[in-house]
């Protein structure tokens, strides 16, 4: 659990003032739409056992329009939190199996000679779906992996000269395995840096995991979710994470963070401008979530491990070698303003 700071802000009526003393109007989610999203966390809940943190961390990811890479062992739920979400959203759904042997037209689609008219038609591949899931992603070889750059970072592909559009709302939900694992290549930091947030799900607690053995199969009850937000509502929502207050001392805390990691020694490289989007938008999200009428540092916290964890490469810091002490590390390091 991350540490609470105090704010400078003052609340008044629907507006937030910060330091600099400027107004600025809030655009206040419905009532539906906000309630919708709760019932949609406690439906996940209901299959992903003990995840409350993850399930939130992968809807505000949504919310603030990123793809989500979940990395862990095979077995622990990877797969099923994404046709969860598929299910609970209404979203149009594919799985691709990313394998040693797959090709990027496997992905995006291939043109057919068609004899009757004497011309090539586009056959759109898996790609084009609202949620796709790139399952064990990092199993395919790098030609494989980069079919998915363009379509992850404009909502697009394009094949034989030309450029197809993509659904809305779009996004891309990756399964990785531990690199020491057999058969993976690692993602170079261009594809893991269009994934907005990593998360983990990790082994199951002793109560969670004695409801997993002594109850039904969680995938069946894939079968039994309803649409709890609908992909209209989860436009609506994209549109208003957008309008969250972001305090002129928020924004100071953010690019301090930012400026951390650029100067210490203790990362190759520090987080680019995306990455500093990135962090501001997952924060903005979980705010929304949260009840929050402006960001708060908390936010930040709150997702800052799984926006920056995969972005910072340690330099030579074996204490540093987790996601999560990556994390912890940053916000010990910055104090906020």
């Known amino acids: 659990m991350y540490p609470v700071y105090q704010s400078r802000r003052v609340v008044i009526g629907p507006y937030i003032q910060g330091q600099s003393g400027h107004m600025s109007a809030i655009t206040q989610p419905d009532s539906a739409s906000l309630a919708a999203l709760t019932k949609t966390i406690a439906q996940l809940n209901t299959v992903i056992l003990g995840k409350d943190a993850q399930i939130r961390l992968a809807i505000a990811c949504m919310l603030a329009r990123g793809h989500l890479l979940i990395e862990d062992i095979p077995g622990v739920g990877k797969t099923t939190l994404a046709q969860s979400l598929a299910h609970s959203l209404g979203l149009s759904y594919q799985r691709v199996q990313f394998t040693s042997d797959l090709l990027p037209a496997d992905v995006i689609g291939v043109s057919i000679f068609d004899r009757n008219d004497s011309s090539f038609h586009f056959h759109k591949g898996p790609i084009f779906t609202q949620l796709v899931l790139a399952d064990e992603v990092n199993r395919a070889s790098p030609k494989a992996q980069s079919a998915l750059l363009e379509a992850m970072e404009e909502h697009q592909v394009t094949a034989d000269g030309n450029t197809y559009p993509l ?171």
């Open 167 to 337: 659904p809305s709302p779009f996004f891309v939900i990756a399964t990785q395995n531990p690199t020491y694992q057999i058969g993976t290549y690692p993602l170079p930091e261009s594809q893991l840096d269009r994934f907005l947030m990593r998360i983990e799900l990790g082994y199951p607690d002793a109560v969670h995991e004695r409801l997993l053995l002594s109850g039904q199969d969680r995938r069946e009850f894939l079968h039994t979710l309803g649409v709890t937000l609908t992909p209209e509502q989860l436009l609506t929502l994209q549109a208003q994470v957008k309008q969250v207050h972001a305090s002129a001392a928020l924004l100071d805390y953010v690019q301090a963070i930012i400026r951390y990691t650029r100067s210490s020694t203790k990362f190759v490289a520090g987080l680019s401008p995306r990455a500093a989007l990135s962090l501001l938008h997952a924060a903005q999200a979980w705010a929304m979530m949260s009840g929050h009428s402006g960001v708060l540092p908390e936010d930040v916290q709150a997702v800052l491990t799984a926006v920056v964890g995969h972005r910072l490469v340690p330099a030579s810091d074996a204490a540093l070698s987790k996601a999560t002490d990556i994390g912890q590390h940053v916000l010990k390091s910055v104090a906020v303003p």
